[in-house]
């Protein structure tokens, strides 16, 4: 069975960073897309970042809203997927979600990923 278990979420001050934290059990991802999203009170679920195996490379893609501040990273030996957050401002707060997709061409919706984790608070203060 998959499991997906994030870490690392908190209470931050505006400019501040945090580093998220997604570690997978029960298979690995290494060839498959995996990502992060948000949703936060009253709004719906939000692609924030996401990298996928293009057959010779890694390809990273991020939110217009994040980019230049965030960082989707992964280390392969311990099945786990990272989400550097930088620079973090109000409207980053959210709850995150690392996604899996069971297809290698997940893209950036979230009806595209199979598996998920519980979610991770992240609030900024300003």
């Known amino acids: 069975q998959v499991q997906l278990v994030e870490s690392g979420g908190g209470l931050v001050q505006a400019g501040g960073s945090l580093r998220l934290s997604c570690a997978a059990s029960g298979r690995t991802f290494i060839t498959h897309p995996m990502a992060w999203f948000r949703q936060a009170p009253g709004k719906e679920r939000e692609f924030v970042a996401r990298?996928?195996?293009?057959?010779?490379?890694?390809?990273?893609s991020y939110a217009d809203s994040v980019k230049g501040r965030f960082t989707i990273s992964r280390d392969n030996a311990k099945n786990t997927v990272y989400l550097q957050m930088n620079s973090l401002k109000p409207d980053d707060t959210a709850v995150y979600y690392c996604?899996?997709?069971?297809?290698?061409?997940?893209?950036?919706?979230?009806?595209?990923?199979?598996?998920w984790g519980q979610g991770t608070q992240v609030t900024v203060s300003s």
């Open positions: 990298f996928r195996w293009s057959g010779t490379s890694t390809l990273y």
């Open positions: 996604a899996a997709g069971a297809s290698v061409v997940a893209g950036r919706g979230p009806s595209e990923y199979d598996y």
